[in-house]
C-alpha cells in the first residue's frame, strides 16, 4: 500500500490531518497498538505514559485514585504525532465500559476509526456497540485483526463474522500466514510481498502459490495455506477506496501489536486512506474543513486535577479555520466572546507549531465551568454543530440530602456536574426530588465522591420507581402537552428543559408508546 503521501506528504495543513480513535473490547489490544503507533510517530514520551496507564488495573475501587492522576489522563485524551507527513490526532475513548457515553462523545470528534480485533475472539461485544456509534455518522474503518502470534480462528470466519455481525463489507489487505507458534508474518495480495515477523523483512514473491511463501510454514501447513490464500485472493472483495470512505467497506490487516508486526502497514493506510477533515454538519449548514472562519465544538469536559479550584478542560474539536494562542471567539449559545487566552495544544513534538490548530485537531481549552459539552464556539456566525449525542441513562437514580438547607446547593452542584457530562440530570415536573442517570453503575459512586470532596455535600441515592427514560416529542405542540399533562408524575426536565417521559420497565415503555402513536420517544438527543 503505497501512497504519495507517505513520502513528504501535502503541504496543506488540513489535508495533512487524520484524525482518528480506536474502538475495540477491552483487551483486544487497544493500549498496546497505541503504544507502538506513538513509538511510530516518534512520540516516545508519550507512548511511556500509555504504559503507565496499563498497568492499573481499572477496577471499582481504585478508580477515584485513578481520576485524581488525570494529568495523565489529560495528556493521553489527544495524542498527536506526525507520521508519512501526516499529522494524526488520536483521540482516546476510556477502557472502562462505565465511561461509555465520555467514548460515543469522543467518537462525534474523529473522521475515522481504527477497529481492533482480537484474532481468537472475533468481534465482542463492545466492539459491536463502538461500531454502532461510528456507524450513525458513517465514520470509515479501518480494521486491524491483533495477536495473529497466538492461537487465532480462521480468517474467514472472522471475515465472515464482520460482514455478518456489522453489515460492513470486508477487503483484506493482507492474509496471515499461519497463527500462534507457526505465525511466519504476513502476505500483502496487491504487492505480492510477504514481510516475515522473524526478521521484519520484506521480500517480493511471484504469488501466494510461490513455495518461498510455503516454506515459512510448517510443512504439514503448507498445502492448505496456499490453497487457502489463493482462494481468498481469487474471491474476496478488492479494496475500494470510495466505499471505504462511505463506511461501507473495511480494509482488514492482520498483524501483532505486541509483536511490533503490522503495524507499518496499517499506518501506511491511514496517511494514505483516511480520510482528512470532513465538513461538519450545523443546524443551519455544513461547515466545510477548508473555511477560513475558525469553528469548533466541545465534545468532552475533564475536571482538573486541584478540587479547589473548579478548572475544567474542555476538549474542542476544531471543525474549520485557524484557532491561535488569545484569539477571541463566540460561545453561541450564550452569545458572549471568550478569549482563549490558554489552549492547550497536543503537538508534543514540535512547538513551533504549538500555537495554532487547524481542522481535525483538538484543543484543550482551561475554563471555570463557562463551556459545556455541545457547545460551538464561531467567530461570530449563529451557528451549532449536531451530532454530539446524550443516551438515554441505564439507571435511574433519586438524590437526595439530608441537611434539607443544602437542597439549593445540590442542584447547582448537579447542574454543574451535568453540564461536565458526569451524569444526566432530571427534573421531575411534579416536583419531587432530582433524578439523576447514568450508563454505568459507575458514575454513580463517583457522583457521591465528587459531591463530598468538591461541594462538601453528603447525598445519598433513593431508589425510584424509574428504571428507564425517552426524550419526547411530537409534530403537534398540543399532543405533546395532552402526553405530559396525562403523565404528569412521570414527566421531568433534563439539563437544557427538554421534556423527558419515565417509566417503571422497557415493558410498560412500550405499552405507552403503543398508546400515544403521536409522540416520538426518543433514547438518543443531539445536545441542544
Ligand atoms: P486493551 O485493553 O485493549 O487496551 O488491551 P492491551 O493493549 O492492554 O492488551 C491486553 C493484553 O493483551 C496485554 O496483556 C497485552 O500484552 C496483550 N496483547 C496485546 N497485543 C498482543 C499481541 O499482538 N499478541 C499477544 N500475544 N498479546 C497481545
Given amino acids: 500500500m503505497h501512497s504519495p503521501l507517505v513520502n513528504g506528504g501535502p503541504a496543506d495543513p488540513i489535508a495533512r490531518r487524520r484524525t482518528f480513535a480506536i474502538i475495540s473490547h477491552p483487551d483486544a489490544g487497544k493500549t498496546t497498538l497505541t503504544e507502538k503507533l506513538l513509538l511510530f510517530g516518534g512520540a516516545i514520551q508519550l507512548a511511556g505514559e500509555v504504559k503507565a496507564k496499563r498497568n492499573r488495573v481499572q477496577t471499582r475501587s481504585d478508580w477515584m485514585g485513578i481520576e485524581r492522576e ?5 495528556v493521553t485524551s489527544v495524542m498527536t504525532f ?7 490526532n488520536l483521540l482516546d475513548t476510556p477502557g472502562h465500559e462505565d465511561f461509555s457515553e465520555d467514548t460515543y462523545r469522543t467518537l462525534t470528534a474523529v473522521d475515522a476509526a481504527v477497529m481492533v480485533i482480537d484474532a481468537a475472539k472475533g468481534i465482542e461485544a463492545r466492539t459491536r456497540k463502538l461500531f454502532e456509534v461510528c456507524r450513525l455518522r458513517d465514520i470509515p474503518i479501518v480494521t486491524f485483526v491483533n495477536k495473529l502470534d497466538r492461537e487465532s480462528r480462521d480468517p474467514f470466519d472472522l ?3 464482520i460482514e455478518k455481525t456489522l453489515a460492513l463489507d470486508t477487503a483484506p489487505i493482507n492474509w496471515p500466514i499461519g497463527a500462534g507458534k507457526s505465525f511466519a508474518g504476513t502476505y500483502t495480495f496487491g504487492t505480492k510481498t510477504v514481510r516475515r515477523i522473524a526478521d521484519d523483512e520484506t521480500m517480493t514473491v511471484s ?16 498445502g492448505a495455506w496456499q490453497e487457502e490464500a489463493m482462494l481468498a485472493e481469487a474471491a474476496l472483495k478488492p479494496f475500494d477506496l470510495a466505499a471505504f470512505r462511505e463506511g461501507h467497506l473495511t480494509p482488514v490487516f492482520f498483524g501483532s501489536a505486541l509483536r511490533n508486526f503490522g503495524i ?20 443551519k449548514r455544513t461547515v466545510e474543513a477548508d473555511e477560513p472562519k475558525m469553528t469548533g465544538f466541545v465534545f468532552k469536559i475533564q475536571a482538573n486535577m486541584d478540587p479547589n479550584h473548579r478548572d475544567r478542560i474542555a476538549f474542542m474539536r476544531v471543525c474549520s ?6 484569539m477571541k471567539a463566540k460561545l453561541v449559545r450564550t452569545g458572549k466572546a471568550i478569549s482563549l487566552n490558554a489552549p492547550q495544544f497536543f503537538f508534543a513534538q514540535d512547538r513551533t507549531v504549538a500555537d495554532e490548530a487547524y481542522a481535525g485537531d483538538v484543543v484543550g481549552i482551561p475554563n471555570h465551568g463557562t463551556l459545556r459539552i455541545g457547545d460551538t464556539l464561531t467567530e461570530g456566525e449563529d451557528i451549532v ?14 438524590i437526595s440530602i439530608k441537611d434539607a438547607m443544602k437542597a439549593k446547593k445540590l442542584r447547582e452542584a448537579l447542574e454543574q456536574l451535568a453540564e461536565e457530562g458526569v451524569v444526566q440530570l432530571f427534573i421531575p415536573n411534579d416536583g419531587s426530588g432530582a433524578i439523576v442517570g447514568v450508563v454505568g453503575a459507575l458514575q454513580l459512586d463517583v457522583l457521591i465522591e465528587r459531591l463530598k470532596t468538591e461541594y462538601g455535600l453528603d447525598a445519598a441515592y433513593e431508589t425510584t420507581r424509574f428504571s428507564v427514560c425517552r426524550w419526547v416529542s411530537a409534530d403537534d405542540k398540543a399532543e405533546l402537552d395532552k402526553f405530559a399533562t396525562a403523565n404528569n408524575s412521570a414527566m421531568a426536565a433534563d ?6 417521559f419515565m417509566a417503571s420497565s422497557p415493558f410498560s415503555l412500550r405499552y405507552d408508546e403503543e398508546r400515544w402513536p403521536t409522540i416520538r420517544f426518543s433514547d438518543v438527543k443531539d445536545y441542544q
Avoid: K, N
Avoid at 321 to 326: D, V, W
Avoid at 495 to 500: E, Q
Fill in 495 to 500: 439539563l437544557d428543559g427538554a421534556p423527558v
Fill in 70 to 74: 488525570r494529568g495523565i489522563s489529560v
Fill in 321 to 326: 479555520g485557524r484557532l491561535t494562542r488569545g
Fill in 385 to 398: 454543530f449536531r451530532g454530539v449525542p446524550s443516551f438515554a441513562p441505564e439507571i435511574l437514580r433519586r
Fill in 264 to 283: 507499518r502497514e496499517l499506518i501506511d493506510a491511514m496517511a494514505a486512506y483516511a480520510p482528512s477533515p470532513r465538513g461538519q454538519e450545523a443546524d
Fill in 159 to 161: 471475515l465472515d463474522e
Fill in 207 to 222: 504469488g501466494a502459490e510461490d513455495s518461498a511463501v510455503a516454506a515459512l510454514l510448517p510443512a504439514h501447513e503448507a
Fill in 82 to 88: 506526525e507520521y508519512g507527513g501526516c499529522v494524526f
